[in-house]
């Protein structure tokens, strides 16, 4: 073993450092701010041996598996200074923005929060079924019984079940053969209904000793309300097929957040943050500001959980999805909680959008929360042409929420403020939650320029359409000429 010493380790907010070999660079992980390592450069890419000099702010009692899975980027870190990285990390990304403090509503649950968990299998060297996750960067399957972020429950659940599927010889799925049955296993647990799903992804619809592992897992008592199998004979890092078959309850679980029932279906999105779902919830709603009179459009709703919760405020709300399951759900949700003034669509959201704007129609607030990959150009210039007060936009993914904002700022939208909910500790991400408003400086120009051409005998057209950005500034000189007040520049 070849060991090479580095001190005083250089770590941007992913806790990695570079190092230099032979004319190469490599990231070493697991590390912090100002450490001395040994790093062993034997292996294929070199990794961290051992820490000489250690942060104050490492910890001994994170997850056993963090550098060899890679699902956890900060076990090896005190919680407290995590949530000082995320705090620095987003104040210096939204830095161009001159927003207030952004700050992060931490929860107090860092551990064992996730609702969903998913696993993948494989045969041991003792020739017993075991599942774990990807190796980072790869597909080698790292054993793990014990994942420190998911429900402790459903922990309990997937030990229990290796050993009914070890039992009846079921075959795990081999990628390089593409033998085998048994893909995944995806587990969905209600943290508050005591309820849950089991969702055994198959290579295909056959599955021999389906009846024995059904039987065997009922005979454990471990609470199991369904169990689903979901086909997926696709050549794909997909886990999830498009068929599946109900073979035991009623093929979804019932979960309360913030005094609502919500039904959910293996398919459908839902916040895998159940007891830090409320407070983002209820975090965007104050924000939002909705009024009795309000028309709200709720989009990528998921299973209408946002939008059940703004309709006690709203005069009507519009959930729009393009996931057709979870619009069937979302339909029932409203229903069973006795809501009636939600409707919800099933299309892609950039299309509702944007035809609602060429048929003129007008909303007041906008909620929103895409997935990582953010929203469309086209999808934000619409909610300019609904004329929205306000946006609540809610992104999982910091860096394609900056970009989205300056799309917001061509539309005349000012970023009033950003507050981060910690929902996924010992993680590098974060739950923000952006609040919009349109520039009242803008509106009070446009509608001094249109008073103006309407009092002028020689204008015939009453209605004006937009001002172009080229007119701004000017515009801006000449209230400032009139009135000695120069307005601020607000991007």
Request: charged share 30%.
């Amino acid at each position: 073993m070849a060991l090479k010493e580095f001190k005083n380790v250089s770590v941007g907010y992913i806790p990695d450092t570079e190092i230099e070999l032979n004319n190469k660079k490599y990231k070493i992980h697991d590390v912090i701010q100002g450490e001395d390592i040994l790093v062993d450069t034997d292996l294929k890419y070199p990794a961290l041996h051992k820490v000489i000099k250690a942060s104050p702010n490492r910890i001994y009692d994170g997850c056993p598996y963090q550098a060899e899975c890679g699902g956890c980027q900060f076990q090896h870190v005190s919680y407290e200074y995590e949530k000082k990285l995320k705090e620095k990390y987003l104040n210096d990304l939204f830095k161009s923005f001159h927003l207030p403090h952004i700050s992060l509503v931490t929860l107090d649950m860092p551990n064992n929060y996730r609702n969903k968990c998913q696993m993948t299998y494989k045969l041991s060297k003792s020739k017993k079924v075991v599942c774990g996750l990807y190796q980072e960067y790869s597909h080698k399957i790292v054993t793990i019984t014990d994942c420190m972020l998911q429900a402790k429950k459903a922990n309990e659940v997937i030990l229990a079940l290796n050993k009914v599927l070890t039992k009846n010889k079921i075959r795990p799925y081999d990628e390089k053969t593409r033998e085998g049955n048994l893909r995944h296993v995806y587990i969905r647990y209600g943290f508050n209904s005591k309820e849950i799903m089991v969702v055994l992804v198959t290579n295909g619809e056959m599955f021999p000793g389906r009846g024995n592992v059904v039987s065997d897992l009922k005979k454990l008592n471990l609470g199991i309300t369904t169990i689903v199998q979901n086909y997926n004979a696709r050549d794909t890092s997909i886990v999830l097929g498009d068929k599946e078959k109900v073979i035991y309850g009623p093929g979804f679980i019932y979960e309360t957040v913030g005094g609502y029932k919500f039904k959910i279906s293996g398919t459908s999105f839902f916040q895998i943050n159940t007891l830090g779902m409320e407070k983002l919830y209820n975090l965007a709603l104050e924000k939002a500001e909705i009024k009795k009179s309000d028309m709200v459009i709720d989009a990528y709703c998921g299973v209408g959980t946002i939008s059940i919760f703004a309709s006690k405020y709203a005069k009507k709300v519009v959930g729009v999805e393009l996931n057709k399951n979870a619009i069937t759900d979302a339909k029932i949700n409203a229903k069973i909680n006795n809501i009636n003034n939600v409707t919800f669509i099933s299309d892609d959201a950039t299309n509702y959008m944007t035809n609602l704007a060429k048929n003129r129609e007008k909303c007041d607030v906008v909620l929103m929360d895409p997935p990582r990959d953010g929203s469309t150009k086209a999808f934000i210039n619409a909610i300019n042409y609904l004329g929205a007060r306000k946006v609540v936009y809610i992104s999982c993914n910091a860096e394609t929420l900056k970009r989205d904002l300056y799309l917001f700022s061509e539309n005349d939208y000012v970023v009033k403020s950003i507050t981060a909910v910690d929902m996924f500790p010992r993680t590098i991400h974060t739950e923000c939650v952006a609040v919009l408003e349109k520039d009242s400086e803008l509106e009070e120009l446009e509608a001094l320029v249109k008073k103006q051409k309407e009092n002028t005998k020689n204008y015939k057209e009453n209605k004006m359409k937009y001002i172009p950005k080229a007119d701004i500034e000017m515009m801006r000189e000449d209230h400032f000429e009139a009135t000695g007040k120069k307005p601020k520049k607000k991007w």
